[in-house]
Nanobody, 120 residues
């Protein structure tokens, strides 16, 4: 089976920075897209950032210029560097990965979520 384990969440003041990590392990032939969603209480889940296996990244407009997604394919790990954090960034952040558990078929897997709280 495949597991995604997240780390790096916490409490930070507005304007501060955090770096989230998400490492995939298990029966992995390869990983296609990896990315991050977030969900605040009572609000819609939104896609924050996604990165392809080749390193092409896309971001939600709300985080462009502040967040950077990256990945280390050798470690099956995706990162989210979050700078200039705002209170509206407060949410539970979930990583996901499109994992090829066999050569020709891939499945989506999700991390357990990590809380990011930005104080105003």
């Amino acid at each position: 089976q495949v597991q995604l384990v997240e780390s790096g969440g916490g409490l930070v003041q507005a304007g501060g920075s955090l770096r989230l990590s998400c490492a995939a392990s298990g029966s992995i032939f390869g990983i296609n897209d990896m990315g991050w969603y977030r969900q605040a209480p009572g609000k819609q889940r939104e896609l924050v950032a996604v990165i392809t296996s080749g390193g092409s990244a896309n971001y939600a407009d709300s985080v462009k210029g502040r967040f950077t997604i990256s990945r280390d394919n050798a470690k099956n790990t995706v990162y989210l560097q979050m700078n200039s954090l705002k209170p509206e960034d407060t949410a539970v952040y979930y990583c996901y990965a499109d994992v090829r558990t066999i050569v020709t078929i891939s499945y989506d897997f999700w991390g357990q979520g990590t809380q990011v709280t930005v104080s105003s």
